[in-house]
DNA sequence: GCTTGCGGTATTTTT
DNA sequence: TACCGCAAGC
């Protein structure tokens, strides 16, 4: 009991509660930086060492496998031990395990594989081919959103044709059920399937449910504003009506509807779960006053949200810099120079420069080059997306799973030997004819083949299975090794060159992988299986490096400083073409939201005034977000050789109305800055000598506001640079 | 079967 | 602008 006491101690009153809720359901409605990972790390620690729980009892949810990684990390040092026999992981993995473990029952080959989304995509441009769509009406790419949508909302095939109003929905069931044929015949299920199938085992099976369910007494669920249809699902079958289930998450963060995320599931919990407590963590312990401030500004004017307040604890700051930049180089060279003279007094790890769309980071590494600062890139192209990398994983595929088709197909022909699209058009027929898999039609032999194609079909095969056979005694690590050598595909980057080698050097990391992994205990198959659920979440963060990150890959991370940039009318909120409606603007919001609260101390908002994008050069209106930042907590600046201040830019005022009533264009509203010729009636002027009462000596820096409303930024020796209001702040002129 | 060149198209992406 | 995928030519 003692040490639940001492669990308790180091929480702050929400936290306290959140943690020490008994059982039945429970909602932390966590806001941004108020200790959400804590609360589920105490909350397991605190269910375990007062013995309501023991921890083969325990599942613990998560969106992605570093996540889980950690929370077992810090539970385990809360508790001074393993955590042993429960599940934390991520939905997807839970999925998987059930559907290999009950294969069968789920009505799936004993080894199938797992198609990504390369493998979607080769499967939907051959069904599209096959029924004669043009693109023009369905690409590849949206039949792949529309189906995934689809099955996110629990709808198979079936039930999309039957829900199908319209040529255009009929058609997409159409290719939703040949896609699905398709993934049925190759012996896989896709990302969305591991899900689902797994709640339709549940739902079939009740004795694997009702086992599981007693088993798993304590559910908890981690960012929880991002779950889907099916994963809401999968936690009823698993709790039942009053569960002892805890989620955490904050409907602000919810940035992830484009990929099925239901928000009715954190906003209708109460209702879902009828008697669940709901407990609101208040205390922002990560953001300065007005980086709060400035982020609450934006967020409140969404309207599907609880309204709700955080208080920050994290004490004052300055201000919020918002820059107006003349293009996005200029936009680019703000922000290296601004990191560059924070060099030394801040480690570059504690930067991000933070954007809406990968495209973006081209200007900001250019400039950051140039300053000699060195940066990480997350996201871009990902490791295990690489093409190289695909290749051999492509092998192992094959030699953990022999009938996976759409393995085969990407491995037969790299490097080049010979099987062109005429061979796999000859053993698809044939695999048809016998009613077998790609892979076992390629080990009969077809008559029709020509001799060049049985000898390299021959030959492949041989490799494969030697692999396998290999895979049964030899350390993971090495057969690995082994593949890269006798298949040919180390050979092909033997070169010197840059990519070469930067090539050869992805290949060893995936060898350095297999061999880690088998350490870990897994066989072949499951190191397949981890890194078909892997992504580059994992991406090796560098305390010395700058981190050029888009919006969504920064979630849940902080930093000291963060620069939020490209802050258009169009590119955030982003505009595509198609509808655009109030839940997409909602999104957008919360986007830029979540890029605000990844701030410690320092704020940067940026925009420019033209920008290149895609080739063509689009002028750039400021986004409505910035003007729902509150003027109060903002410092201006623009471009040096800007004319018009940043105001006259900005788009009619949106949904303040205290902005409503401050017109942005009035030219005598305009601030009194470097820029202006009209001197303050009260002769305040930048560079003039002040001095404050508690504050001591200090230079103005920058002159704002009307006569009537003026704020001075000022640059005291002793208290660095502070915001104040002439009238209020007792200041002289020295 | 491989290489080259043209044209079309760009978002976000925990799994 | 830059890249990728596809089709035509070698």
Redo the contacts with the bound molecule.
Sequence with gaps: MERTAALLAELDEDQRQAVSHGDGPLLVVAGAGSGKTRVLTYRIAWLLAGGLARSHEVLAV??????AREMVERVERLLVGPLAGGFVG????FA?QLLRNHPREAGLPSRFAIAD??DQ?RML?GVLKRLAVP??QL???AAR?RISAAKNALLGPREAAEAARGAQEQLLAEVFAAYQEELRSGGAVD??D?LLLAVRLLEREEPIRRGLAGRFRWLLVD?FQ??NRVQARLLALLGGTRPNLTVVGDEDQ???R????ELDNILRFEENYPGARVVTLGRNYRSAEPILAAAAGVIANNASRRPKRLTSQAGAGGPVVVYQAADETDEARFVADEIARRRGRLELGEVAVLF?????S?PFEAELVRLALPYVV??G??FWERAEIKDALAYLRLVAAPDDGLAFRRAV?V??????????EHLERAAATWQVSLPEAARRLPEQL?A??RLALERFTALVDELRGLAGQAPAGEVVERLLEQSGLAAQYAGGDEEDRDRRANLDQLIAAAAEAADRGLDLAGFVDEV???????ARTSAQAVRL?????A??LEFDTVFLVGLEDGLLP?R???AENLEDEE?ERR?AYVGMTRAKRQLFLTAARVR?L???LMPGRPSRFLLEVPREVVEERTAAFGREPFRSHLPRPHARREAAEAPAVEPETRKFGAGSRKPHPDGWRPGLKVRHATFGGGVILQVQGTAAQTRLVVFFERAGRKVLIPSLAKLEKA
Excluded: C
């Design positions: 998560t969106f992605t496998n570093k996540a991520t939905f997807h993995r998987l989304e390369d995509r441009d693109t023009s690409s590849p790419r959103s990302f969305d591991m960012e991002d779950t919810s940035i992830y484009w990929r099925g995320a809406r769309i990968n495209a973006q081209r997350v996201g192209t990902r022909n490097p080049a030997r010979g099987i062109g699209a005429a061979t796999i020509t060049r194609a078909a659920l892997l992504t580059d979440a994992d990150s888009t919006l969504h890959a979630k849940g982003l595509r073409e198609g999104e986007l290149r895609h080739g063509q």
